[in-house]
């Protein structure tokens, strides 16, 4: 590289360096390691600014993708680096669950919304899923930990998509001294009573009902409270996984109500589901995540 | 829509809708159409602001892209969209070469920088080439002249990536009274004398090394002189294909020079050939092309 910034992996990494690429003031990586949350290997992605690559210690974000997306559809689609370039904010992205390999066969279901590709960042409970599908564990512990050591951060905010949006909001809420900050992009904001996530968590929990409600983002806001002094959420009004009722913003609304949550809820006018939408707006995002980390 | 915007086809217009998503204050569009110089069908992106959805006339930009690539990697990968937003530029991406389809067999090539996804944006002309590959033709007046007739474009300027900085530099020169501007990112300079292009002209024209010589960029500048008030290029310093020789960059400093065309040409240190490096500079194209729309 023909620059004078570097980032050096500890001596004892479990990380294995994938890419790098250089982009606006800062560098586009990629790492795989094995994890012992999914017992499979994991692909994430990070953006470094140059003030992270120099060793100066930066606020960062961590954004949870949608079914049916890897780390890649938003490192290449959502045009997050220009942004996190200027503040100085680190990008992370992992993979939304574990994958089947050569070495290692994990389940799947041929419905998008329960199999690889799935999880809603939670930690299944009975066979086959609970053997691989620990993505909340994974998420919250294991790469939690990983990236404080690895690399040079400062405070951890989480955001997300779709089925990432759900995660963003039921992990930030579940482990509210993980997160300084919280927002959302067109959120599953109640997934135990969405088509998808009634399949996903018939296949994950069974019938019991109480680890369904713990897996539902706006029940368990109502239940936990106040936890953030605000967070954003953006959705698109002609998003036609809105009009399905995947997605029911409403319940949002209403959980941060009763919760006393201070919530900024935008509905913009035109726009769907897609990366465009996302592309949009993930800059008021990142500056929402990065205004949380200096000023709480 | 949920907006008091759109653009409307004209009645007899052979332009088929094939998506359209809200993107910043503005639409992405993808249309397909049955082309007379490919005898293909053929697709392309356009991304058209508010004020050109309302029928305001806008300058535009032509982007020609990369070996392998079709309308899809720059309009996802990119970022164009927000500049042009904006700005209210237009920003078209058509596919690099004629595809085979169900009804129509192109002729191919193992070799990526020859066959389907490669073209030079030129009239090829021999068999088994000559019959689809007239990618000169269908830019430079067929669809150039669809676009005029469909859109409200004020003028056009082109641009493009690696294959595509060769197109835009060599269309750019060759018919200065159809484009107000040129730029260029990490263009293949000296198609004519790099191993991709001479296996490419090999096919398209044979041996007849006046064919090769048009079909060159550095040397038609050469040849035509001064057309442009100034054009811009980024070449990234870490690229592998400029280390491999196949970009030829000193060929386009020679040739401006000789030329007596002004050229801004930057060496960005750390980046390489792809759309990382794009996304970090694409914004200065769009500028650089917006500015010689209003001022020349």
Known sequence: MNNSYHHSLSASSQLTQLSVNRCFDGEQHYYSHQSTATKTAMTFSIYLPDEALAGRRCPAVLYLSGLTCNADNVTHKAHFQQKCSELGMIFIAPDTSPRSSESVDVPNDERYFVGQGA???VDAAQAPWSEHFNMQSYIVDELYDLLRSEFPIDSIGVTGHSMGGHGALLLGFKFPSKFVS????????????????????????????????????????????QQYTSILVDQGAADNFLADGQLQTNKLLDACEKAKQPLTLRYQA?????YYFIQTFINDHIEHHWRMAQFG
Request: with cysteine.
């Open 119 to 121: 999880s809603y960042y």
């Open 182 to 225: 919280v927002s959302a992009l067109s959120p599953v904001c109640a997934a135990s009573e969405s088509a998808w996530g009634e399949a996903a968590f018939t296949e994950y929990f069974g019938d019991d009902k109480a680890q369904w409600a713990q897996a539902d983002a706006a029940k368990t806001i109502e239940k936990v409270g």
């Open 270 to 274: 035109g726009h769907d589901h897609s």
